[in-house]
């Protein structure tokens, strides 16, 4: 089956607007369905084209690179070697996993001047140094991030469509969902926990009916996978990312859920794991959430980079990392994460998918603590700081999430007092109904796509 991506919207975005004079890069994770989507874009909106899979690609097909200064010779032998006619501004040329062949990224410059035919760009771990270094990055290259599939894309898949549009309905009228349907929305939230956005788990779990351990298989291959990229693509490092890896699920499961050095490396600090962190965040296996010192004045500005919280890019991924094969098997977890009564772990889960949300939605990752020396603990704790985005009137939104229906807003009204001036609206994202009081609107996390995006 085929999920609908809604960033097919920005490929012809791309195409129209660019008129060839710039290639696409399309970055994201492994297994997220970069070369999916750019194969099916190419099927139906060109003529024809060529799909280069550096994972497999000939040695006559990465000699052809040679030949940028006869690109008549370039384009034939590209032709000749998959069988395909090429037309003039009509034919699409697709680079997937160009961070295994360089030479290719940086050809795109010759390339795309000729302007004979478009270029799309495929790839994960595009940044990484090794990837980088003797190669000239081209400016004749437009990037856009892919992240796995969203709330809304999961929800179209399983034909819930009119319910995402009462959703949306009930949000811009600010009013709760009719409690039956508050009731399936949750349900269909906790089913997007579960399963989580990588196409292969969706797939799985649709073609099987519903069968969660049907999304586990596959989930735990994808995780293989990226062990195995860890091991061959963080090189110097990769003990540090595997370490912080593996971990992830016990930071998280922690009361702060910050990375804690000591629990891998008993004599790690945080300047020794700054480019274990970064690869991490930028192959986009993981988001990372900076916790800034000082609010008033811009999160990126005031980000400390020893405090991080590092979550799975994925939720699905990391109930599959978080949890053994036979917990999963036997049921009892899905059914305690469906009913909503898993006892422990849930506030790890519920924030993990929450920072996805968030991220796809092109939000960056910052928190707020605050630490009292007198109660020896932090008496001010925000999940993720958001903002209004303007750059003359700074506006801060903080965001509590909440994975119990009973919970105390004691740590939001704090902030809220301390940066009251600063603040233009708070939330709690939890299990229950929207509500909108005493200037905290309190929303479910199925609204989340809807109301905490970049207007």
Partial sequence: MEIKRKIYKKLLLWKNETQGKKALLIEGARRIGKSTIAENFAKNEYKSYILVDFNKASKKIKENFENMNNLDLFFQTLSLEYGVKLFPRKSLIIFDEIQKFPRARESVKYLVQDGRFDFIETGSLISIKENVEDITVPSEERKIKMYPVDFEEFAAALGKEVLLDYIKDCWEKHIPLDQTFHAQAMHLFREYML????????????????????????????????????????????????????????????????????????NGVFSRYDEPLFWLGDSMICNLCYRCNDPNVG?????????????????????????????????????????GKLSINEGMIYENVIAQMLTVLGRKLFFYTQYNPEKHRNDIEIDFLLSNESKTNFKIHPVEVKSAKNYTATSLLAFKEKFGNKIEKSYIIHPKNFSDENGIVKIPPYMVFCALGIE
Avoid: W
């Fill in 195 to 266: 399963v989580g956005g990588m196409p292969q788990s969706v797939v799985a779990y649709i073609e099987s009916h519903g069968d969660f351990s049907a999304s586990d298989v596959e989930k735990r291959d994808i995780l293989d996978l990226y062990r195995d990229d860890i091991k061959k693509s963080a090189k110097r490092y990769n003990s540090k990312v595997s370490a912080i890896f593996e971990n992830i699920p016990a930071f998280l499961s922690t009361h702060e859920k910050k990375i804690v050095l000591s629990e891998i490396d008993k």
């Fill in 299 to 339: 999160f990126a500005l005031n980000k400390n980079d020893s405090a991080v919280k590092c979550y799975m890019g994925d939720t699905g991924l990391l109930i599959s990392l978080a949890f053994s094969e036979n917990e999963i098997a036997n049921q009892k977890l899905y059914k305690a994460i469906m009913d």
